[in-house]
């Protein structure tokens, strides 16, 4: 079976300082691996992907994102945070014959 | 990518009513999801809707409690039925589009009482 984790419910970092907001995954096959922000009170966000290629992603806003077969990660990274990027961000995992599986979400908070 | 608007955007409802809620994507997609999510928690697929055929229900939900209709490629309700405190929740339309992302509307923010 498919599974996400997100081993931190929250991660706070100063602003200007590099962020790390971790997953892991688990499926059965190739994954396809994706990250979404939820600002408060608003719908989620798509960031960005991996689906095959460079392991190495950029996304939206100044984010990127590295797969690691090897450790099963897909840490979403930025290097110097901004207040606005305070948020809640999903890591999201499926395969090609399967739905979409949501980690719990990171609480990130960047202090002025 | 894709524009998704939901209505309403919040209801208070009471014990036993029940709330339609509507989604509609500003382009033709072939699958609609329909999602449940308690605030600042994760997110949890209530059902797959495909034009023209019946919604497929994940595990805990099932039709008499969330009918679905999608009458069309750009448009589809979710009705929860017989509400009570524990549908107190955010209802969230989605689509895919290009290579398996998924496109969010805002949410519907449902209470009961």
């Known amino acids: 079976a498919q599974s996400v984790a997100q081993p931190e419910d929250q991660v706070n970092v100063a602003e200007g300082n590099p962020l790390t907001v971790k997953c892991t995954y688990s499926v059965s096959g190739n994954p396809y691996l994706f990250w979404y922000v939820q600002y408060p009170n608003r719908g989620l966000q798509f960031l960005l992907k991996?689906?095959?290629?460079?392991?190495l992603v950029k996304g939206s806003y100044g984010f990127e994102a590295e797969f690691n077969k090897s450790q099963t990660s897909f840490h979403l990274k930025k290097p110097s945070a901004l207040v606005s990027d305070s948020a809640l961000y999903f890591c999201?995992?499926?395969?090609?014959?399967?739905?979409?599986?949501f980690g719990p979400g990171t609480s990130l908070s960047v202090i002025p | 990518s894709a524009v998704i608007s939901q209505k309403p955007s919040r209801d208070i409802c009471q014990r036993g009513t029940s709330l339609t809620i509507q989604c509609q994507v500003d382009?033709?997609?072939?699958?609609m999801f329909w999602y449940r999510q308690q605030p600042g928690q994760s997110l949890t697929l209530i059902a797959t809707?495909?034009?023209?055929?019946?919604?497929?229900?994940e595990s805990g939900f099932v039709i008499d409690k969330f009918p679905i209709s999608r009458p069309n490629l750009t448009f589809s309700t979710l009705t929860v039925s017989n509400m009570s405190p524990e549908d107190s929740s955010i209802y969230l339309c989605?689509?895919?589009?290009?290579?398996?992302?998924?496109?969010f509307g805002p949410g519907t923010r449902l209470t009961v009482l």
């Open positions: 382009s033709q997609v072939t699958m």
């Open positions: 989605s689509v895919e589009k290009g290579a398996y992302e998924q496109f």
């Open positions: 999201a995992v499926k395969t090609s014959y399967d739905k979409v599986i």
């Open positions: 991996y689906i095959t290629g460079d392991n």
């Open positions: 809707a495909n034009q023209g055929s019946e919604a497929t229900y």
